[in-house]
C-alpha cells in the first residue's frame, strides 16, 4: 500500500516559469517531508524538507508548502531553469522509516 | 558527489552467482541504508543499520544478506538471485535514525540473468 502518492508522473514547463509538484500522503504519522531530486544514472540528491510543525520552507528558487489537514505537500520551484530538468520524489518520514512517491519527472524548455 | 559511494555502478549476475556489493560513507554518519528501486515503482526501504547494529530487515528475502562492519562501510551480500531481483540499488546514510535527511549513493544497476 502507497503511502506517499505523486499522481503526475510528468510535468512540462517553460524556462522562467515556476513548476509546481504536488504530493500526498496517507499516514498521520508522518512527522517530516522531503524532496529529493533524480538525474539519470546518479542517486537521488536531497533538496529540501519541512518538519510536520510547519506549513512553509522556503530555500532559493525552492518553496515546499504543508497542508496537514488535506496530507498534502508541494513544491514550487520558480523560476525554472533548464537544469531543473530531473525527476523529483516527494518522501516522508515515520520514526526513521522514509517513504517515497513514484516520482514526477520535470522538463524544463527553453 | 553526495560523500557516499557505491561499487560496482553496474552488475551482472547469474541466478547460481555470489556477489557483493559495496557502500562507503565520508560525511561521518552513524545510520545507512539499502534501498530497491525496480522500475516502475517507487523506492522500497530494504535494511537499516543504527551504529553498525540491523535496526530494520523490511521483510527481505534471505538471498539478501547485509553486513555492516563499522559505521562507514556497508555491504549487501548476493545469492541465489532471480532475475525478479533486477533493480536500482541504492545506499544511503544519515546523522542518525529519525528525521534526518538522508544522502544517497549513485546506485548500483544489477541484472540477473
Known amino acids: 500500500d502507497q503511502q506517499v502518492k505523486q499522481n503526475s508522473p510528468s510535468l512540462s514547463v517553460q524556462e522562467g516559469r515556476i513548476s509546481i509538484l504536488n504530493c500526498d500522503y496517507t499516514?498521520?504519522?508522518?512527522?517530516?517531508f522531503l524532496w529529493y531530486k533524480k538525474y539519470p544514472a546518479e542517486g537521488p540528491t536531497f533538496l529540501i524538507s519541512?518538519?510536520?510543525?510547519?506549513d512553509k520552507n522556503e530555500d532559493g528558487r525552492f518553496t515546499v508548502f504543508l497542508n496537514k489537514s488535506a496530507k498534502h505537500l508541494s513544491l514550487h520551484i520558480v523560476p525554472s531553469q533548464p537544469g531543473d530538468s530531473a525527476v523529483y520524489f516527494c518522501?516522508?518520514?515515520?520514526?526513521?522509516?522514509?517513504?517515497f512517491g513514484a516520482g514526477t519527472t520535470v522538463t524544463v524548455r527553453a | 558527489e553526495t560523500g557516499v559511494t557505491q561499487t560496482p555502478r553496474h552488475l551482472v549476475m547469474g541466478m547460481t552467482n555470489k556477489k557483493s556489493l559495496k557502500c562507503e560513507q565520508h560525511?561521518?554518519?552513524?545510520?545507512m541504508y539499502w534501498y530497491k528501486q525496480s522500475a516502475k515503482k517507487p523506492l522500497e526501504l530494504m535494511f537499516v543499520?543504527?551504529?553498525?547494529?540491523?535496526?530494520e530487515n523490511n521483510s527481505v528475502p534471505s538471498r539478501f544478506s547485509p553486513e555492516c562492519p563499522n559505521s562507514s562501510h556497508l555491504f549487501l551480500h548476493l545469492h541465489t538471485l532471480q532475475p525478479e531481483d533486477s533493480a536500482l540499488y541504492l545506499c544511503a546514510s544519515s546523522v542518525g535514525q529519525g528525521r534526518y535527511e538522508q544522502y544517497f549513493g549513485p546506485g548500483t544497476r544489477l541484472t540477473v540473468t
Open positions: 543499520y543504527s551504529l553498525e547494529e540491523r535496526v
Open positions: 518522501a516522508a518520514i515515520n520514526d526513521y522509516k522514509l517513504s
Open positions: 560525511l561521518g554518519h552513524n545510520a
Open positions: 519541512i518538519s510536520s510543525i510547519k
Open positions: 499516514n498521520s504519522m508522518f512527522d517530516y
